[in-house]
């Protein structure tokens, strides 16, 4: 009773000081005018149309100064006008797409990866999964909408956001602005878009140290994570402001920001935690495929919304991008299947969606600057890439990533980021980098998401335990973590 009792006042106490840290920064902030949303590609009509609002004001004060009285009716006018004119137009229809894109990625997450990883698992750890990727779904959600996403799409420095969105300042009622980089759309759509991508990013990683982690680390690990790897990544390559977005990095949906990053981190991850019992000695082999069926199929489903809504727009270049979406999946599926019955005289219905993933991975990066020859092209690398990547990894290098987070999303990124700038076309949107280029901004994400993750588990390891110990890892997580069991009778 005295235990639950602190806990208790531990959590009423945390809730407040969240809460009126909240209310403080919202009262303390000035009220931020939305920029105006201006398309890359402006003619000179709206370039001249621009340019009015700002003149307006100029002669309404000339006049103001002769005869106060007699304008004070057109300087209100006028400055109505203005504020008209620069208030961001909002494209219904662009709007809607946006938020069942929304919905479609979160989909990916819950219930998507908890089956398709939850079905590979042995019967005792199934559950332990769902527990992992919940805990970790909620604890992004808090601490993007507190400073998460504020770090990641404000302006700050190529590195860095800055505060300029903390607490989701700005992004509730009528005044909501736009998104430089999505300029038809309410910001608070843009905001609940990328927070699906957090929450999925770090959820992949979760695959790799599966059947061994704390519940605890993992929130704990999450929490970091995200800040720390993932917020500095996205500000890199998806904020104009970001240094490699201005170096020209081509990443439409992901290959380098979520994909490379999560497959170093989660490689990284595994290191750390070390192997399960039995690692090599023992099958460990899925309990229920036809679970795992289902979570791909939801991925592959919601991958349609990762891809075609990074377009920001219900557009030709949004469909585009989810033709060739579908055809690098279905490109992996097939080859990773001629590769595995040239193997072993068998063609798996596992490996045929593991297959499909490797696929959307490696399409993942170009969907936006492909057709179809192209996203083929890269379908089917990454299906054949990825098929020697998961046979022979973890035997070579005898780490222990429990779902082959590195061999499929680690490398299919990278196989994907690095084929986008040769086989993009300018018949779809400019080309903007090279293979160097792309290569540089792959590196240089992987060594740093994999460098931060081996500092945040030591940091970690210092205050909690990493893994579960030899009895509870014997029992199962299920039981020995949340005392529950997928199957009481088996």
């Known amino acids: ?67 106060p009285s007699a304008v004070e009716a057109p300087v209100g006018g006028a400055l109505a006008a203005a504020a008209a004119k620069t208030a961001p137009k909002f494209d219904g229809a662009d709007t809607a797409w946006m938020l069942i894109s929304t919905v479609l990625v979160l989909i990916m997450t819950i219930p998507g990866i908890i089956l398709f990883y939850g079905g590979m698992l042995r019967t005792k750890n199934a559950l332990s999964i769902v527990a992992h990727t919940l805990a970790a779904a909620s604890v992004i959600t808090l601490l993007w909408a507190m400073f998460g996403y504020s770090l990641a799409f404000s302006g700050g420095n190529p590195w860095i956001g800055d505060t300029a969105r903390l607490y989701a300042h700005g992004l509730i009622g009528k005044a909501v602005g736009a998104h430089p980089s999505a300029p038809t759309i309410p910001e608070s759509v843009f905001f609940l878009f990328q927070l699906s991508f957090a929450i999925i990013t770090f959820a992949l990683i979760l695959g790799a140290t599966a059947e061994r982690m704390r519940l605890g680390v993992t929130v704990a690990f999450a929490a970091l994570w995200s800040v720390l790897v993932y917020a500095p990544v996205a500000h890199w390559i998806w904020h104009p402001s970001g240094w490699l977005a201005k170096m020209g990095h081509m990443d439409f ?167 986008t700038p040769l086989l ?44 579960v110990d030899a009895e509870a890892e014997k029992v199962g997580l299920d039981v020995a973590q949340h005392g529950e069991m997928l199957a009481p009778n088996a």
Not at 38 to 48: C, K, N, Q, W, Y
Not at 322 to 330: E, I, R, S, W
Not at 425 to 450: D, E, H, I, K, Q
């Open 1 to 67: 009773m005295i235990s639950m009792t602190r806990w208790t006042r531990a959590a009423v106490l945390t809730i407040g000081l969240l809460g009126a840290a909240g209310s403080a920064w919202s009262q303390g902030m000035q009220p931020m005018v939305p920029a105006p949303a201006t398309p890359v590609a402006a003619s000179d009509a709206a370039t001249a149309a621009a340019a009015a609002p700002a003149a307006a004001p100029t002669a309404a004060v000339l006049l103001a100064q002769a005869s």
């Open 253 to 419: 949906a992901g290959g380098t920001v979520v994909h490379i990053a999560s497959g170093a981190s989660g490689l990284v991850a595994a290191w750390v935690l070390g192997p399960r019992r039995g690692f090599g000695k023992e099958p460990m082999v899925p309990h229920n495929l036809m679970i795992t069926v289902l979570g791909a199929g939801l991925l592959w489903a919601g991958w349609f919304g990762f891809n075609a809504g990074s377009a920001f727009e219900a557009s030709s270049r949004a469909a585009g991008a989810l033709l060739a979406t579908q055809v690098g999946a279905c490109a992996g599926a097939m080859f990773w299947g001629i590769c595995e019955y040239a193997r072993r005289g068998q063609w798996s219905v596992l490996g045929s969606f593991t297959g499909a993933i490797a696929g959307l991975i490696g399409v993942t990066p170009a969907s936006g600057f492909v057709g179809i020859g192209g996203a083929l092209l890269i379908g089917a690398a990454a299906g054949v890439v990825c098929f020697f990547c998961v046979v022979y990894f973890k035997a070579v290098t005898g780490i222990d990533d429990s779902l082959d987070v590195f061999a499929l999303h680690g490398v299919g990124g990278l196989v994907g980021t690095l084929l």
């Open 424 to 467: 993009a076309t300018t018949a779809v949107a400019p080309v903007t980098a090279t293979v160097w280029t792309n290569g540089l901004g792959a590196l240089a994400v992987m060594a740093y998401a994999g460098g931060a993750t081996w500092i945040i588990l030591k940091v970690i390891g210092i205050v909690l335990t990493l893994r």
